[in-house]
């Protein structure tokens, strides 16, 4: 069973998605019990691969009120994601190339361990991004239309 905690609603947006891997996240207890909570953000999160391991850099988790330690832990510390050697590597070699990205879509939890959905994806211009919009409104004008027509 999955619950989501928070979700990146711009990235689908902003960029082509090309592939999704589930990560596992290293973190500390009183992230974990934050994220339970569903204190997160994941705006202007990314990831990148260094040194053979893949780290998410940005992701905003706010800081447990009923711990102590909590106020010394920074709420948008660099942490490392968890995957297999094989796909960190393939993710190496598609990031090198020109306008990859690894972006977060959304945190999660999965049989009682904390994960997030990691996308490799290609910005989109500008023009695409206007493309989609028209695009949107176009479905919603159709479905407005017949909306009236079925009753």
């Given amino acids: 069973m999955e619950k989501t905690v928070a979700t990146n609603k711009k990235a689908r947006f902003l960029y082509d998605i090309e592939e999704t891997y589930e990560a596992g996240l290293v973190l500390l ?8 909570m569903g204190r997160a953000n994941l705006a202007d999160s990314f990831a990148r691969v260094v040194n053979g391991e893949v780290y998410l850099y940005n992701l905003h988790i706010s800081p447990y009120p009923y711990s102590r330690e909590a106020a010394l832990l920074d709420p948008r510390r660099t942490r490392k994601l968890l995957l297999k050697k094989a796909e960190i590597n393939r993710l190496a070699g598609k990031v090198a ?3 990859y990205t690894l972006v977060p879509l959304r945190i999660y939890f999965k049989d009682g361990w904390a994960k997030v959905e990691l996308a490799l994806a290609k910005g989109k211009k500008l023009y695409d991004r206007r493309e989609t919009i028209k695009r949107r409104e176009e479905e919603r004008e159709l479905r407005r239309r017949f909306k009236g027509k079925i009753k």
């Fill in 29 to 36: 207890g009183p992230e974990v019990k934050s994220l339970r």
């Fill in 97 to 99: 190339e020109r306008g």
